[in-house]
């Protein structure tokens, strides 16, 4: 099993054998990366050979990326290839690793909402807005999955948070009809 | 004029194409469901006359007769419209060459903004893709016998998935049928 990050080629174990260090060491995963690095020297005491290979074959973007970070890219890449599942898994880890992240938490809504999984979709795509208040397709999103749960009030908030924070005039048309509905069906 | 424009705003969710001011309606209570035509037909037919049932119509079948007869097309059902999110911060271009940056865009695939090629430095431009359904239909509702249209009407709803899509279109076209035939009973979503 290989991860592509693109234009490298890294053994998937890789990541793991450092992640289970890292654990190891600390008893609980690094926050940032100063933890980091200073986890990689103790990998590179106890793990040489894994360490020249990150060395090698690592770019400096990598370097600076955070293990939430990896699991992200590869959720997207996976999301990408349309291997839903695996792309699901990996973005559940990097929001589990990086909660702050309203890029990570848009994702796994997306990719959880397509997926079905609706109660996690829920979940990320309102912490994306906690984060980001201007995420956009959030607001979209969440406007479709309050509909099928039944909860108008809220569905009506999303659409006009979208519609005023929205760029695209198809999907503005669409938002206006859905509140439009949306009232007409309350009364 | 007047009833028509009353009935045009009480379902201003739903496209009515022909609604001619009615004779005594009360009169009907049965109702036959001609089996929809088009992709999804079935699904339709069948959340239409779980509807009207519980709205209170006596619903039968085609062969059946009914106080009136009710027709439709589903003229769109499709379970994965593709609209892209692109995350973090976008910029987008409108055609007359105006930029904006967004947070987290979703753009549909006809849309007049484009996403730059290359990445400006701190811009992002990672994407995924999000599906949503689209179910469009036309009903109309005939005298029996004869055949006089007393009542049509269209409708199109996007929902996460088709059986949300429907539920709502179904529930904004009985909203609509209600106008003009009470005893078909409201329903709120």
Request: aromatic share 6%.
């Amino acid at each position: 099993m290989f991860v592509n990050l693109s234009p490298i080629v890294i053994p998937r174990g890789f990541w793991r054998g450092i992640h289970q260090d890292v654990n190891d060491n600390n008893g609980s995963r690094p926050t940032d990366r100063r933890d980091d690095g200073l986890a990689l020297f103790r990998v590179a005491s106890r793990r040489p050979l894994h360490f020249i290979l990150f060395l090698l074959f690592l770019s400096p973007i990598c370097f600076a990326d955070t293990p939430g970070a990896t699991h992200f890219q590869s959720g997207l890449a996976y999301e990408r290839l349309g291997r839903y599942d695996e792309s699901y898994t990996e973005l559940q880890l990097a929001f589990a690793l990086d909660q702050d992240a309203a890029d990570v938490a848009v994702a796994l809504g997306v990719v959880a909402g397509r997926l079905g999984r609706l109660d996690v979709a829920e979940r990320a795509l309102e912490r994306s807005i906690a984060l980001d208040s201007n995420a956009v397709a959030s607001y979209f999103l969440l406007g479709l999955l309050y509909e099928k749960e039944s909860k108008p009030d809220r569905a009506r908030d999303a659409w006009q948070r979208f519609l005023s924070l929205n760029q695209d005039e198809q999907l503005k048309t669409i938002a206006q009809k859905h509140i439009q509905t949306l009232e007409t069906l309350a009364h | 004029m007047a009833v028509l424009g009353l009935l045009a705003l009480g379902a201003c969710a739903a496209k009515t194409a022909v609604v001619r001011p009615p004779k005594d309606l009360s009169r009907i209570r049965r109702v036959s469901v001609v089996p929809f035509e088009g992709p999804g037909g079935q699904a339709a037919t069948d959340a239409f006359v779980r509807r009207l049932m519980a709205g209170g119509l006596e619903v039968t079948d085609a062969r059946h007769g009914g106080d009136a007869v009710l027709r439709g097309v589903v003229t769109e059902y499709k379970a994965n419209n593709t609209l892209m999110v692109f995350l973090g911060k976008t910029m987008l271009v409108s055609p007359g060459g105006q930029s904006v940056v967004v947070d987290h865009p979703i753009v549909s695939p006809g849309a007049s903004l484009a996403v730059p090629e290359g990445t400006a430095a701190g811009v992002q431009k990672a994407q995924v893709a999000t599906i949503n359904a689209i179910v469009a239909v036309s009903a109309r509702l005939e005298e029996t016998p004869g055949g006089r249209a007393l009542w049509s009407a269209e409708s199109t709803y996007e929902g996460l998935d088709v059986e949300s899509a429907l539920q709502t279109v179904t529930e904004i076209l009985a909203g609509s049928l209600a106008q003009v035939l009470p005893q078909a009973g409201r329903k709120s979503l």
